[in-house]
């Protein structure tokens, strides 16, 4: 059974950090590209970073700069490190893979609040 618990969330106010993790289970989490997306109010959601099995990261134009995805296989474990937040980062961030190139899995999300 595939599962993706997140964690890391919470408030903080503008100009702060968070580190937001994903621990997988249930996959061969090192062949496996991992993602970040979220969801504000009323939005749909989008993608906010991604990185493949061998490194290599891809970044939403809204985060470039100010977010880091990295990964570490030994743990099954994908962090989203979020430096100088901004009110508009506020949303719900999910962790997500697809397994055999086709199903998706999504954790349960966890709220992230930057205050002005």
């Known amino acids: 059974q595939v599962q993706l618990v997140e964690s890391g969330g919470g408030l903080v106010q503008a100009g702060g950090s968070l580190r937001l993790s994903c621990v997988a289970s249930?996959?061969?989490?090192?062949?496996?590209?991992m993602n970040w997306y979220r969801q504000a109010p009323g939005k749909q959601r989008e993608l906010v970073a991604r990185?493949?099995?061998?490194?290599?990261?891809n970044y939403a134009d809204s985060v470039k700069g100010r977010f880091t995805i990295s990964r570490d296989n030994a743990k099954n474990t994908v962090y989203l490190q979020m430096n100088s937040l901004k009110p508009e980062d506020t949303a719900v961030y999910y962790c997500?893979?697809?397994?055999?190139?086709?199903?998706?899995?999504w954790g349960q999300g966890t709220q992230v609040t930057v205050s002005p």
């Open positions: 990185i493949f099995s061998a490194g290599n990261t």
């Open positions: 997500h893979t697809f397994v055999g190139g086709s199903k998706a899995y």
């Open positions: 249930g996959i061969i989490f090192s062949i496996n590209a």
